[in-house]
């Protein structure tokens, strides 16, 4: 079956450093979701990619969509301490990577 | 809108008892879904519902019952509760099989 592999497992970075994680899939994805999940709290959504190749950003948040659609990224330009939490990417059906948990040290 | 809400919030059961966790939404969304989150694994499907009266299997559904009678509720079983079992439960929903909303969680204990 599908497999969603996510990389790293944990990052900790100084406070305005950029942080980026990445997602893997054995198959084509038909799309990819971006979750962010704070400490303690639910996984609340943060964008969706459809397309080969597809960039969105969101203030200092930039996804990609990767050309074959079986990889994607999130990456975090400046990092604030609000941006703490584990950040999970979802495949087309519904198959979650394992999450990235990110901390970041003031 | 009180958005998708899950009851308990935390409970402790001894290995063989049963209980039910209740899922609800108020946004009129056709699917719905319980995941369970481990640490270190993520979240993974147990099961779903892709309307009213209908159910389907995910990702890990053995030990678990699901019914979807009223489309507002999503309603988890465990028969026979096990340690292994022990898990943060997460419901969710959506209008199509896309952007998830999820609920606080239920943390379960199974001693």
């Known amino acids: 079956g599908q497999q969603v592999m996510q990389i790293p497992q944990y990052q900790h970075v100084q406070e305005g450093e950029d942080f980026t994680t990445y997602c893997n899939s054995s198959t084509t994805l038909s799309n990819i979701q971006w979750y962010k999940q704070r400490p303690g709290g639910h996984p609340v959504f943060l964008i969706q990619l459809v397309k080969s190749g597809e960039v969105k950003k969101q203030k200092r948040l930039t996804f990609q969509f990767g050309e074959a659609k079986k990889n994607s990224s999130l990456h975090i330009t400046a990092t604030q301490t609000t941006d703490v939490g584990t950040y999970f990417c979802?495949?087309?059906?519904?198959?979650f990577g394992a999450g990235t948990r990110l901390t970041v040290k003031p | 809108n009180a958005g998708v809400t899950q009851t308990p919030k935390f409970r402790v059961l001894k290995t063989g008892q049963s209980m039910t966790l209740l899922c609800a939404q108020d946004m009129n969304h056709e699917y719905m879904y319980w995941y369970r989150q481990d640490p270190g694994m993520g979240l993974r499907l147990i099961h779903y519902?892709?309307?009213?009266?209908?159910?389907a299997k995910g990702e890990v559904p053995d030990g678990y019952n699901v019914s979807r009678l009223k489309k507002q509720n999503f309603l988890l079983g465990l028969e026979s509760a096990a340690p292994s079992q022990t898990s943060v439960y997460f419901c969710a929903s959506s209008r199509a099989p896309e952007t998830q909303y999820f609920g606080p969680g239920t943390r379960l204990l199974v001693l």
């Open positions: 979802a495949g087309g059906d519904m198959r």
């Open positions: 519902s892709v309307g009213e009266g209908t159910t």
